[in-house]
């Protein structure tokens, strides 16, 4: 199929959930978001792309700060909690009773359950589109190393779009990389 | 655990792998990326950060376009193979057999058997620390719609780190938006 243009599209989907915490003043607020990416190791980067009709923005505004929490599949029911409903109307953290405790490095909240969780400092901000760009350097890293194995997530939430959730199947992991490579480009080139 | 800073970090991952496709003057090039986001729905952009040091840098400073080509799990030896040579010494697309059509709206490679694939017109393009965020305006959109199950993707490729893939278990799926949590909210308010 081959469509010029969608309103909305999500043929990329699933992603992971990044729940973005701001915090300013005592007033703490969690967004989810899928439009997330890591930028660069050297500074360690991170961008957040947010509808500047969010509230967390005029939180972020002040603070100059986020956290990016990642989920464990079993907490889905967070990020729905904190992606359909807003801070003009509910202090979420109140009502859904999300743990957190302060960032070590900077003014921002840290869910307490998640799997890992990046403080960042905002270093540049950008509109494009319907969309503001931030990216932060990420100054701390909290994580829980139960969660990993060997470096490889067990099960990570992602978001499948429509309101849906999704995690990893744990034994379709594989390996294929530099080795398994060039194993095969030397059978290939054999005899050449 | 707790640390400032890590050479190389993926507590993030697993992640959607995307290919970079780039033709220019008949050089096609791949790669595999794990860094990227949509980042617009109107206009619809996609923002991709890619190391200035990659093969395809060269090509994209010249075609102002790339596409972005997300795979079936099965498929997982193509982002290994695109992933781990470089275009400086390899026409990746010959040696590894790699199927792909011109683009209908611009001049980029469509890998035939991606689960979706998207145009990108580069309208802009950053450094921010040691990679370069280009950002795409998507102008077409190649999907598989048997794939597809409702809108929801049914075994993509993911990045899982240290040359590790892995796909979603199906049956995980849960539902868990609007409606779920407006029931909640009002059960919590009942009677006050």
């Given at each position: 199929m081959f469509i010029e243009k969608a309103d909305k599209y999500y043929y990329h989907y699933p992603f992971p959930v990044a729940i973005v915490?701001?915090?300013?003043?005592?007033?703490?607020?969690?967004?989810a978001a899928a439009w997330h990416t890591q930028?660069?190791?050297?500074?360690?980067l991170y961008g957040v792309a947010i509808s500047p009709?969010?509230?967390?923005n005029k939180l972020m505004e002040r603070s100059k700060a986020f956290s990016l929490s990642f989920l464990?599949?079993?907490d889905y029911k967070i990020s729905g909690f904190v992606g359909r409903t807003s801070g003009k109307d509910f202090e979420k953290?109140?009502?859904?009773?999300?743990?957190?405790?302060?960032?070590?490095?900077l003014n921002v909240p840290v869910i307490k359950n998640?799997?890992?969780?990046y403080e960042c400092k905002v270093i540049d901000h950008r509109t494009y589109g319907d969309h503001i760009l931030?990216?932060?350097e990420i100054v701390g890293i909290h994580y829980d190393d139960e969660f990993f194995d060997k470096g490889i997530s067990k099960g990570l939430l992602l978001y499948a779009g429509n309101d849906m959730y999704i995690t990893t199947k744990e034994d379709s992991i594989v390996k294929f990389g530099k080795e398994e490579v060039e194993e095969i480009l030397r059978a290939k080139f054999k005899g050449q």
């Open positions: 915490g701001v915090m300013h003043n005592n007033k703490v607020n969690f967004m930028i660069s190791f050297s500074p360690p009709k969010r509230f967390t464990k599949y079993e953290d109140k009502l859904f009773d999300i743990n957190y405790i302060e960032g070590r490095k998640a799997v890992c969780c931030y990216v932060g």
